[in-house]
């Protein structure tokens, strides 16, 4: 590729600040467009058209890992084509929990691309899946209910399974839902449009059939895996950070949530002039962030649930040490 700027792919736990990052990130670069120009800013669908899987409510599959083994060149020349063409419209940023387990295969398949992983403290994350998953359990008129699940495999991640008590196989989007993703997606558009998109959605598994072959039940939650949660939270970490360092270091840094809520504007700056971009929005980004969730932990995690997590880092010290060390911050807040 010829610009300087290199494809920004924001990657993190879910509920880490991955979002509000890439918000940020995008208001002060607004010449930067997304891996795709359809509303689902994570770019799922996209993936999945190559063969990987993103476990989501919009995809349909386990979030399966994969590496620079899993590469066909097939694939990579089509991704590269499509990258190179849309990436000259001003540089791309995107962002994605579930590349995690996939950061060998993107970083192989994109020589040019650069990282930045999130990390935010792991009470903070914790107590904000816990709501998210129950919330995504009850479902809504816009969607299904869903339960989280943690596998046992080598370079895990959430996947999404649907509940059988929906009588619908999709649960069809209300209208103002419907509305908004229309807006969303002219506004989009309009900034530049990308034709002939990769993109590519499978039918949800039903969690009837799929507890047939994934009986254990400390591994849904919520159900009785809530020790997951924070396993979960040294696993994806852990596995990001040793993906990552088997990169040239040029090509990856880290960044704490919490950093990012106290110097904004700073800390917005540094992401941006490490992958090449300016920053011509940069003066109408906040100081800080709202930190008025900061503490939402305390009564949102019972105490019983706070000392399983405190368990869980001193059951993985080392790894957890690890991980503030190479993000150059305390993960527990106490």
Known sequence: MESKKS????IGITRSGTTISHDMVMKACPEAVDLTSDDDFECRKFWQAFGLTIGSRRTGTLCECATKENI??????????????????GGIITKNPHLLNKISYVANVLPDAKFILIVRDIM????????GFNDAYKGDEDSPPYVHYWPDTKLPCWSYVQCDNQQEPAAKPSLLVTIKAMIKRVMVNLKNRSFNEPGKALPHQKLSDFYHSHPDKTRYYPGEGFKRLPESWITLNINAINQLKELDNSRWMTIAYNHLVDDTKGVVSKMLTFAGYDAPGLESLPEQLNKSSADKWRTNLSEQEQNIVRETINNNRENFTTICDTVGANMLVD
């Open 72 to 89: 066909d060149p097939a694939s990579k020349e089509a991704i590269n084509n499509y990258v190179s063409s849309r990436h000259a419209k």
């Open 124 to 131: 903070g994350v914790i107590a904000s899946e816990k709501v």
């Open 7 to 10: 494809p920004l792919f924001i």
